[in-house]
């Protein structure tokens, strides 16, 4: 299984705004660098959670089609499936029918359930033999993520900002604190 980023997000969850704010910076002197340090941040939040926080668009790259026929869609929350698409050993390529699968948002992670009667073909090529194309995130806007989760990433900001290198490696405890409930653990 791999992961391929195709549209990141347009936004990041925390403005330069909010971050100036918190850190009490009324200059525009370092605004690129706080920038910076949001978005290192918000993939700082995402790495520790597991999720994708504002909308983006990956695909789930995997070697076999699974026996169960169901299909774990990480970086919750999922939004929607775009596509699944299977490649066979001549690389030809086959857009599975959506009538074939029930896509399930609820869960988290996210699923893809293929229905009883659905059979794969047989000669699917032994690497990147399906990609799911989909749809992951809170919303397109920042105010879509939840608080606590935008509070965590000005923490980081704060602590990356104030330390720049010569601090302890790690997201502050408060941070850590305020994204533990949004942690996705595989049971």
């Known amino acids: 299984m791999s992961l391929q980023l195709v549209t ?15 850190l009490k910076v009324d200059t525009t ?55 699944v698409t299977l490649f066979d050993a001549q690389n030809a390529d086959t857009a599975v029918d959506t009538a074939n699968y029930a896509v399930d948002t609820a869960s988290q992670p996210g699923r893809i359930v293929f229905g009883c009667t659905y059979v794969p073909p047989a000669n699917l090529r032994r690497r990147n033999a399906a990609a799911v194309a989909f749809d992951a995130g809170y919303g397109s806007a920042a105010s879509d993520v939840p608080a606590d989760i935008r509070e965590a990433i000005l923490e980081i900001v704060a602590g990356l900002y104030v330390n720049r ?21 595989k049971l």
């Open 165 to 185: 290198g010569d601090g302890p490696d790690g997201e502050p405890l408060a941070a850590q604190a305020l994204l533990a409930p949004y942690r996705v653990f």
């Open 29 to 83: 002197d370092d605004d690129a660098l706080i920038g910076t340090l949001i978005t290192a941040a918000r993939a700082r939040a995402e790495w520790h959670t597991g999720r994708a926080l504002i909308a983006q668009s990956w695909i789930l790259w995997l070697d076999a089609f699974p026996d169960d026929g169901v299909i774990e869609v990480p970086l919750p929350p999922l939004q929607s499936v775009d596509s």
């Open 8 to 22: 990141p997000p347009a936004l990041e969850p925390v403005t330069l705004a909010d971050a100036k704010a918190h």
